[in-house]
């Protein structure tokens, strides 16, 4: 199990260090600076700025400064929203696009893996058709389209939910269906796949030959397998759930990291662009690290291969 | 497949006769066809012109009369118009990298794959690398960097969607290699650059072709998600997720604006899924009971 770990922070470790390094010469090799303002500044004050932020070291010096600085959780000043620092406004942000994010995964999670096992269940039925309908509709149409509809139909004809805004449990409700919708899509079918495989594997035979109830025979033994695609989904999921409250956000006009982040895209803040992502990075290969671990824990199969 | 089949197909038979026989698929395929042709076409479908402004029609509903078929925008813009060369937009966008991602991540996974050992566990572990990155940020640093243009999104997509195309053909390539049609061409004395060209890629293509056709939805996804940003597709250029984007902000006033455009996306979304699936069922001899 150890060596498993080991191993597998072996690839964290360099792709960690390969988004920071990438990140850092693209946002510093960038045509244009934040300080071109239409105004010449003086050179003086030019000069001044440009030694807060190290601008006229050599660019390996400025590099070196940049990860000592992220060590020390350090993401710089931001260079549009003056007075703040980059971990500032990720902290502001981060609890909005958490709850948000950690809400959204539950949800797809208990309903995806839910829809999946009725559909499984009742192959071929008039419910397996209509879940995987549903999933289609999830899978193909994007959720800055579904956002959009929702606040549309829910918020402005129905009049039943805020179409923005945040600080109530009633604001979150559109969002995070809207966020969760595409991954309960692909969790259904998943789960419906790896159940209806798990449930022609030779060992369920022989519990179905035993006479054991279907109930047992579902929630004792095939479950585990069949869960496992799914946790291992949760990586990629994390990853897409992200991107995905860039949008969200963006349509709801909640105060979450993803705002920060476009705004931060559409003004060359670089600073800032370059802590999301570096932050954003960290976070889904911690996610991808432990789904890893998660996945040796249930399956033995892998810690014995390794 | 009934082993006493009657008479043998060619492989082209068989997709012909699985195409007629899957009707999603055909349904699917047309209406694609149908949408293809009239993005093309827009100029002759209608009296007005990108960009043109319609001052006695600013805001309107869609109206028949006036020809505006979708309705106008708040600038007084024909909307039937703009989602027609939205959707060139897109559509284009979406074949353009798709092939990029074709072109490199097939010679990368033969390449590795053929050649093997140390070099392939190299250039896997790279594939690995960039494979946990969080890409719609580093497409978004991109456009930070190079300032927003079409080409811009070409290359960058096709950068991103190469990797499962890498991984699909080095695992292709792996079993190809030990063949024994390799090994006549090995003995034939062809070189190493002609038995991955002629010997491994042209059987590698099945599944490559899946995917390519399954990664064109993900692709124009994926613009759509960066023009809806105010970050892909410039003025004067239109696509339909700058089209959505300006949509969503009317909605109250003006659904039309929202509901034309994200109609033609999901419709293109849904039949390419459908094709993709279709193809997969035909194509993936594994499956085929």
């Known amino acids: 199990m150890f060596r498993y770990l080991i191993k597998r922070l072996k690839i964290a470790i360099p792709t960690l260090f390969v988004v920071i390094t990438a990140a850092f010469f693209l946002i510093r090799l960038a045509p244009g600076g934040p300080f071109d303002t239409e105004k010449p500044i003086p050179p003086e004050i030019a000069a001044n700025i440009e030694k807060v932020y190290h601008l006229n070291e050599p660019l390996l010096v400025q590099y070196g400064y940049y990860i000592w600085n ?10 549009k929203y003056q007075d703040y620092t980059v971990t500032e406004l990720i902290l502001q942000g981060f609890p909005v696009s958490l709850s948000l994010g950690v809400t959204a995964m539950f949800l797809a999670l208990i309903i995806g893996i839910g829809l999946g096992f009725f559909a499984a ?18 899978i193909a149409i994007p959720n800055f389209v579904v956002a959009p509809l929702l606040a549309l139909i829910f918020g402005v004809l129905l009049g039943w939910l805020p179409t923005g805004g945040w600080g109530s449990w009633q604001q979150m409700i559109l969002p995070v269906i809207a966020l969760s919708l ?32 279907m109930r047992i025979i579902l929630f004792r033994h ?13 990586g990629p999921a994390t990853a897409a759930l992200i991107t995905g409250s860039v949008v969200i956000e963006q349509i709801f006009g909640l105060p979450g990291i993803g705002r920060y982040f476009v705004n931060g895209a559409l003004n060359r803040d670089y600073t800032l662009v370059m802590g999301v992502v570096v932050f954003y990075a960290a976070l889904i290969i911690l996610m991808n690290l432990l789904v890893d671990l998660l996945y040796a824990v249930i399956d033995p199969r892998i810690r014995r291969d390794n | 497949m009934s082993t006493q089949s009657k008479q043998l197909l060619s492989p082209n038979q068989v997709i012909f006769k699985s195409l007629i026989n899957n009707k999603i698929m055909l349904l699917s395929l047309i209406i694609l066809i149908l949408i293809g042709l009239a993005t093309v076409l827009a100029p002759l479908l209608s009296p007005w012109e ?11 509903a869609p109206d028949w009369v006036t020809q505006h078929y979708f309705g106008t925008d708040p600038n007084g813009r024909d909307l039937f118009v703009h989602t027609l060369h939205g959707g060139r937009t897109s559509l284009m966008v979406g074949i353009l990298a798709a ?33 946990a990155l969080p890409f719609m940020f580093f497409v978004i640093l991109l456009t930070v960097y190079f300032g927003k243009s079409i080409w811009l999104i070409f290359i960058a997509i096709g950068a991103v969607e190469w990797l499962t195309m ?23 004395g062809a070189g190493h650059f002609a038995i991955i060209r002629r010997h491994i890629i042209p059987n590698a293509l099945g599944p490559v072709i899946v995917y390519v056709t399954l990664s064109v939805p993900q692709i124009i996804l994926f613009e759509s998600f960066l023009s809806f940003l105010g970050l892909g597709v410039q003025e004067p250029m239109t696509s339909w997720g700058v089209l959505i984007n300006e949509g969503a902000q009317q909605m109250e006033s ?14 293109t979304l849904f039949c390419l899924n459908f094709i993709g699936d279709g193809l997969r069922d035909i194509l993936d001899t594994k499956d085929r009971t």
């Not at chain 1, 879940?131 to 509709?137: E, L």
């Not at chain 2, 566990?121 to 960039?130: A, E, K, Q, Y």
């Open chain 1, 70 to 79: 992220l060590l020390h959780g350090d993401f710089g000043l931001s260079f």
């Open chain 1, 182 to 213: 595409p991954q309960v899509a692909i969790i259904a079918r998943m789960t419906r796949a790896s159940l209806l495989e798990t449930l022609h594997s030779p060992y369920m035979d022989t519990a179905r030959a035993k006479g054991m109830p």
């Open chain 2, 166 to 188: 890498a991984r699909i053909v080095r695992g292709q390539t792996l079993s190809l290699k030990e063949r024994a049609f390799v090994s006549a061409a090995k003995v034939a």
């Open chain 1, 222 to 234: 095939a479950i585990k397998p069949t869960l496992l695609p799914v946790i291992s989904w949760l």
């Open chain 2, 254 to 267: 003006a659904p039309w604006l929202l509901i034309f455009p994200a109609t033609f996306l999901a419709v």
């Open chain 2, 50 to 60: 990108l960009g043109e402004v319609d001052w006695d029609n600013i805001n309107t």
């Open chain 1, 121 to 138: 269940i009742r192959q071929h039925s008039w419910l397996d058709h209509m879940i995987m309908s549903f999933a289609m509709i999830g």
């Open chain 2, 99 to 131: 092939m990029v991602s074709l072109f490199i991540g097939v010679f990368y996974g033969a390449i590795a794959g053929y050649l093997g050992g140390w070099t392939d566990t190299l250039m896997m572990r790279f594939v690995d690398v960039l494979y």
